[in-house]
């Protein structure tokens, strides 16, 4: 494998996938100001990364044996290099940006929704989210990043706030071993991920299922309290973390968490681990490299045309309180294939989930899965087209006289054209359209559907 210079003209975009709601991606406008370059050499769809974007996320938000080539605005010097051979009689020297790494980003929805009453509603979310966002490294071997988020429902959160050691231990291979530490995502799968994967708006089920979300009825249907376990897979959270590449073509991580969905507060005196393992067959490595036999795969317009199989697996196990002194032990596993050639990416995966006591009535353990795919196609280096599909199963625990919860399988499709006005101007088109919803049936309520509009903006 030959570590390569890939000039940000080859860098508009390999397609990764549609997904979820909300927050930014790993590379920032903040980014484009200090390289001067465009938001294209990392993102297919900003904030959707393409190759070279998610090899600059996972090299501390450095480009990957390209930064000589593109002009960036110098830093300023914490020290000078001399330093280095007085340590440890000397403090290390270091850097900061030589202007202010802030970035905002504005999220407008409007939304049109099948009620559970009957008939609908048409809403303007103006606005849905308002980010500020801030990323830099500091050095060769330090980089931190920020997400703060408001809303009109909950005001401002710190969504992300971390710090990345890169390489900290001398004298193993480079990029072997790092040490993330700090509020942060934890990039369960790269696949429909939140920060990397994101092209259109909604997220699948499996990602944002709670227990806490599913009422429980007791006798005569009476509704009691839901779960206190709000624990969702892709929440951010307070965690330890260590990751690395190996080959350039293996990622792997392992990650002890505080559990939390919100990460504001612990609520129980244990951790949560997890860890995470991904494989790339073919195109770009994951570090940014190519073989030197074959060059970067190039495509019409001077875009990246990957053409790769990825194998990704995630295990989370933990345990959160799900009523007084009653804890809700919970553990989830996933399995993801996603195939990209040229302008399509295609791909799909399996995650199952199992809570042991999800109401603290000693009912049994509860069992979840979903089967989800995607595809996604680049019809103009503006434009994408996307369709996402999900069946979600939910295996009820045995019910208990304190009572049961109602059923929640559904199947849904969720189609959706992605459009950029401008690199930083994004238009969202999607419709989320469940073709079954055990629950809605259950309670003789209309089939939910939803049509959504969003506007984004990021500078």
């Keep these: 494998m030959t570590r390569t210079v890939l000039p940000p003209i080859l860098a508009a975009g390999v397609i990764l996938a549609a997904a979820p709601v909300a927050p930014a991606a790993a590379t920032i406008p903040a980014f484009a100001r200090r390289y001067h370059t465009s938001c294209s050499t990392c993102h297919t769809a900003a904030p959707k990364l393409n190759v070279l974007g998610e090899a600059f996320r996972l090299n501390g938000y450095r480009f990957p044996e390209n930064d000589l080539l593109l002009r960036k605005e110098e830093s300023v010097p914490l020290g000078e290099d001399p330093w280095k051979e007085l340590w440890p009689r000397a403090?290390?020297?270091?850097?900061?940006?030589?202007?202010?790494?802030?970035?905002?980003?504005?999220?407008?929805?409007?939304?049109?929704?099948?009620?559970?009453t009957g008939g609908s509603q048409f809403a303007f979310n103006f606005p849905h989210e308002v980010y500020l966002l801030a990323g830099a490294s500091l050095g060769d071997q330090i980089a931190a990043f920020l997400e703060s988020e408001w809303t009109k429902e909950d005001g401002l959160e710190v969504v992300q706030a971390k710090v990345e050691f890169q390489d900290p231990v001398s004298g193993l291979p480079e990029r072997l071993l790092n040490v993330w530490v700090g509020m942060q995502n934890l990039y369960l799968t790269t696949f429909a991920d939140r920060q990397i994967d994101r092209a259109g708006r909604q997220s699948f089920h499996w990602q944002e299922f709670a227990v806490s979300d599913l009422p429980v009825r007791g006798p005569g249907g009476v509704l009691l309290d839901p779960s206190e376990n709000e624990f969702r897979l892709e929440g951010t959270q307070p965690a330890m973390e260590l990751n690395g590449l190996a080959v350039s073509r293996f990622a792997w991580a392992v990650g002890v968490g505080q559990g939390?969905?919100?990460?504001?507060?612990?609520n129980n005196d244990r951790k949560d681990l997890y860890y995470r393992v991904r494989y790339k067959l073919g195109g770009l490595g994951l570090d940014g490299s190519y073989r030197a036999s074959e060059g970067p795969p190039?495509?019409?317009?001077?875009?990246?045309?990957?053409?790769?199989?990825?194998?990704?697996?995630?295990?989370?196990?933990g345990g959160e309180p799900a009523a007084a002194g009653i804890t809700d032990d919970h553990s989830a596993f996933g399995v993801v294939a996603r195939v990209l050639f040229g302008p399509l990416d295609v791909g799909g995966?399996?995650?199952?989930?199992?809570?042991?006591?999800?109401?603290?009535?000693?009912?049994?353990?509860?069992?979840?899965?979903?089967?989800?795919?995607?595809?996604?196609?680049?019809?103009?280096?503006?434009?994408?087209?996307?369709?996402?599909?999900?069946?979600?199963?939910?295996?009820?625990p045995p019910a208990s006289p304190a009572g049961s919860p109602l059923p929640g399988d559904q199947d849904r499709i969720i189609p959706g054209v992605?459009?950029?006005?401008?690199?930083?101007?994004?238009?969202?088109?999607?419709?989320?359209?469940?073709?079954?919803?055990?629950r809605s049936s259950a309670l003789g309520e209309p089939t939910p559907a939803a049509l959504w509009v969003r506007l984004d903006v990021a500078f």
């Design 91 to 116: 403090i290390w020297p270091g850097e900061i940006p030589g202007t202010v790494p802030l970035a905002i980003r504005l999220q407008n929805d409007v939304g049109l929704t099948r009620l559970s």
């Design 260 to 266: 939390t969905s919100e990460g504001a507060e612990d």
């Design 298 to 317: 190039q495509g019409g317009g001077g875009q990246l045309r990957d053409r790769s199989v990825t194998l990704e697996h995630f295990g989370y196990l």
């Design 349 to 396: 995966g399996y995650v199952w989930g199992r809570n042991s006591d999800p109401w603290g009535f000693g009912t049994g353990a509860l069992h979840w899965g979903s089967v989800h795919a995607k595809a996604e196609y680049l019809v103009y280096p503006w434009l994408i087209t996307s369709l996402k599909a999900e069946h979600f199963t939910l295996d009820r």
């Design 418 to 438: 992605i459009a950029l006005i401008r690199q930083n101007v994004r238009a969202v088109v999607e419709a989320d359209l469940y073709l079954h919803d055990e």
